[in-house]
């Protein structure tokens, strides 16, 4: 059974910090891994999708890695900015169940 | 991507009764799937959305408890019956892009609380 881990579970930091958020899976049979974004009571956004054969995506400020031998993917945010506070999520996508499973998220705190 | 929107953002309602969420996305998607996001917890898939056929439902989540219907390519309904307390959480339909990445997009969410 696939597994997603999240750490840390929380994190607070001073604005203009680089930071990394850590996803680890348990099943390198994945088809992809997906980043997602949630403010408080809202819906998902999807931020970075890195395909199974990829080493890392990037947009903007974030850039992902993802290592399947390992089963460990990275999000690098970088020169953090308070709109950055939400929760982050990890996903990898089952190969042949095309089903997301999500890791419990970190969420992030940006201070002024 | 695809723009999704769902109906109702947001519900009180009390225990016993039965709420319809409706899910409608701006392109046409093979795949629909609905989620359930409990307090402080993350994501579990309740159930993927079969246009012309019968839900396909996770284990743990029934058919009589979690009514889906698909009656077309951008169009999805999630009912969740006979509510209790347990049941308050938000709800959320997403879709798979057509375009062979299989990235995921979500809508907005409803959040649901029973009384």
């Known amino acids: 059974k696939q597994e997603v881990t999240q750490i840390p579970a929380a994190l607070s930091v001073p604005e203009g910090e680089n930071l990394v958020l850590n996803c680890s899976f348990t099943?390198?049979?994945?088809?992809?891994l997906q980043w997602f974004r949630q403010d408080p009571g809202k819906g998902l956004t999807s931020l970075l999708l890195i395909q199974s054969s990829q080493r890392e995506q990037t947009s903007g400020r974030l850039n992902a890695s993802l290592d399947k031998s390992s089963g460990r993917s990275t999000l690098y945010i970088a020169a953090s900015q308070p709109g950055d506070s939400a929760t982050y999520l990890c996903a990898v996508l089952i190969q042949g169940a095309q089903k997301l499973v999500f890791g419990q998220g970190t969420r992030l705190t940006i201070n002024p | 991507s695809a723009v999704i929107s769902q109906k109702p953002s947001r519900d009180i309602c009390q225990r016993g009764t039965s709420l319809t969420i409706q899910c409608q996305v701006d392109?046409?998607?093979?795949?629909m799937f609905w989620y359930r996001q409990q307090p402080g917890q993350s994501l579990t898939l309740i159930a993927t959305?079969?246009?012309?056929?019968?839900?396909?439902?996770e284990s743990g989540f029934v058919i009589d408890k979690f009514p889906i219907s698909r009656p077309n390519l951008t169009f999805s309904t999630l009912t969740v019956s006979n509510m209790s307390p347990e049941d308050s959480s938000i709800y959320l339909c997403?879709?798979?892009?057509?375009?062979?990445?299989?990235?995921?997009?979500f809508g907005p969410g409803t959040r649901l609380t029973v009384t």
């Open positions: 099943d390198s049979a994945i088809y992809n």
């Open positions: 959305a079969n246009q012309g056929s019968e839900a396909t439902y």
């Open positions: 997403s879709v798979m892009g057509q375009g062979g990445s299989y990235e995921q997009y």
């Open positions: 392109s046409q998607v093979t795949m």
